[in-house]
């Protein structure tokens, strides 16, 4: 089995991108800094695995995706999965959002998944089959208070995945979506403790998801694992949106 991953230099990526190889994936993994993507291949590679590759890509640019697919064919013959991970957060009320700030989220969060999809789709079909899974979000099904663009571009990630598990079905291919709450990636470890503690306090677990628990779930839905599962909205989130809202009864 193949497996393309964007985002995968860190965070939930980086998870999933050791989760994969360790199952036995061929896994072509994508980010933008080619240190960091050279530094996980050779520690990869010395720890015996082999059929791993990275692709530097701006995947919000038609040409970098269309070099990432070239690639890929180049180097695993196609892909049986692609995982759009890659994504980013932009905080603040809407009036107070800048217009480039409003327009690098929807770029990098839900333009991306169209690019990546433009190019590997047409071989999934030719290849009668596939899954895609997004990296979407509890904010994309819910709201946020100081959030409106990150609202905003998960919303339309959670309602795209629909549309296309409606028309690539007949196809073979199916598409679902991760939808982790706050998760312990360093870049969220990187709060004060007060806020890492307020999130895992808000939790009914009383801990936020860790980057591998939303890579376990990704390769169920990559995998046969999920073969009845299409346009799925996965939430990965200790049931973070199951209250009413109401004070506890004693």
Known sequence: ???????????IGKSAVALFIKEGWQVMFVGTNQDVGQSMLSEFHSQGYKEIYFCKCDITKDQDVKRLFDYTMEKMGGTDSLINNAGIFISGMLHETKEEDWNRIFDVDVKSIYLTSKYFIPYMIKNKGGTIVNTASVSGMLGDYNMAAYNAAKGAVVNLVRAMALDYGKFGIRVNNVCPSACATPMFLANDEETIRAFNDANPIKRIC?????AQAMLF??????????????????????????????
């Open 210 to 214: 860790t980057p591998d628990e939303v």
């Open 1 to 11: 089995m193949r497996v393309v991953i964007t985002g995968g230099t860190s965070g």
């Open 221 to 250: 839905l990559a995998s046969d694992r999920s073969s009845s599962c299409n346009g799925v909205n996965l939430q990965v989130s200790g049931g973070l949106d199951i209250h009413t809202g109401q004070p506890v009864q004693e």
